[in-house]
């Protein structure tokens, strides 16, 4: 009973903020309008080998993927995570991994570091990767809508060995839009 009656105050509480009741379009969606505030979210995968760069730009070896601005208004993220999962045979695996963005102060995240040594049956070892960094309420990061990826963008970083290893993942990003 206390758990419901906790629920129900809070969607009261968040029903009756002092924002105007406008409709907004998470990600661009025209076809499903929510009612302020509503949190949005993203969610990029994401996926390379350990040692080789998805990117051909100078100082960019250790970027596992970039995301330019995906709405067409600025946004005020609240809370972003990024996790990778590293996958090799019959070796130690170390790495580290940061979420970071272009338009504010890199890093976005705290850089976090993972090891695994523990191999199964078959030779295979992995290791588990993951940072995340969530706002306090009212101190969201901004990021602009409409200018080019390479100029504003999050990203995440991943260094890890041995080489050749692979590494999948993805980048999560819980968003308003800020008007």
Partial sequence: MTIRAGAVVIVALTCLSS???LAVQCFGNTKAELKEPAICSRIV???????????KFPGWNDVAVAVGAW?????????????????????TITGSIFAGDSFNN?????????SAGVSDFHGDVSAILHTE?????????????GLPWQGTHLDVHITCEPKG???????????????
């Fill in 19 to 21: 924002r105007s009741a």
């Fill in 45 to 55: 995968e994401f996926g390379g080998i350990c040692g080789q760069s998805n990117y």
């Fill in 71 to 91: 709405e067409k208004t600025p946004i005020r993220i609240l809370a972003v995570s990024a996790d990778a999962t590293v996958q090799t045979k019959w070796r």
């Fill in 106 to 114: 890199d890093p976005l995240t705290p850089l976090r570091y993972g």
């Fill in 133 to 145: 960094q969530h706002f306090p309420a009212g101190l969201g990061m901004q990021l602009p809508a």
């Fill in 165 to 179: 290893a692979t590494y999948n993942g993805n980048l999560s990003v819980w968003y308003v839009l800020d008007r």
